[in-house]
């Protein structure tokens, strides 16, 4: 099966309507080409649309407008927790307001980040506030047991990392 890789023919009838599942098109040889229907790629799920508000710790479902739920999420407190492991590496855990979930599956609306030292950027997402917590929690003991800036293994009562000095 060929594809067509340029721009559809802008008379298209299909476009900005229901289509098959391909389209035919004509190239400039006069070749018949399909081209595979994307137009429900971005639909539903995909798009991260679903909005949620925080009522205590519990993320519930928000049908304001876009404009309502932005001016709650600029003035919540989203936070959930945030530990300093190590001088400049922090595990910060936040409440993010729309579903990062990207296909099947419960919502996505937690994160915890590591900035910071040898794990900065490790990321993962969570459905539930204690999901999060307990997570975040699972973490941070990980940096006790390790040098945050190398990974080493930190032995009991060590101050300095063995390997390269940094303070735990």
């Excluded at 649309?49 to 001016?71: F, N, R, S, V």
């Excluded at 409440?95 to 990062?100: A, E, R, S, T, V």
């Excluded at 099947?104 to 993962?124: Q, S």
Aim: overall charge negative; hydrophobic content about 30%; some cysteine.
């Amino acid at each position: 099966m060929k594809f067509y890789v340029g721009n559809p023919k802008i008379s298209d009838p299909y476009i900005g309507s229901s289509s098959p599942a391909s389209r035919l098109y004509i190239n400039h040889n006069g070749e018949e080409l399909v081209y595979p229907d994307t137009s429900g790629l971005l639909k539903g799920r995909f798009q991260m649309t679903q909005k949620y508000i925080l009522k205590g710790k519990k993320a519930i479902p928000c049908h304001d407008t876009i404009i309502e739920w932005a001016q709650w999420w600029s003035n919540a407190n989203r936070v959930v927790k945030q530990t300093e492991v190590a001088p400049s590496v922090t595990v910060s855990t936040v409440f993010l307001g729309l579903d990062h979930q990207f296909g099947d599956g419960d919502p996505l609306l937690f994160e915890t980040l590591v900035i910071g030292g040898h794990r900065n950027g490790e990321m993962d997402r969570y459905s539930t506030w204690d999901e999060a917590v307990r997570e975040h929690d699972r973490i941070v003991a990980e940096f006790h047991q390790h040098c945050a800036h190398c990974e080493t293994l930190r032995n009991q009562d060590e101050k300095k990392c063995s390997s390269c000095g940094a303070s735990f």
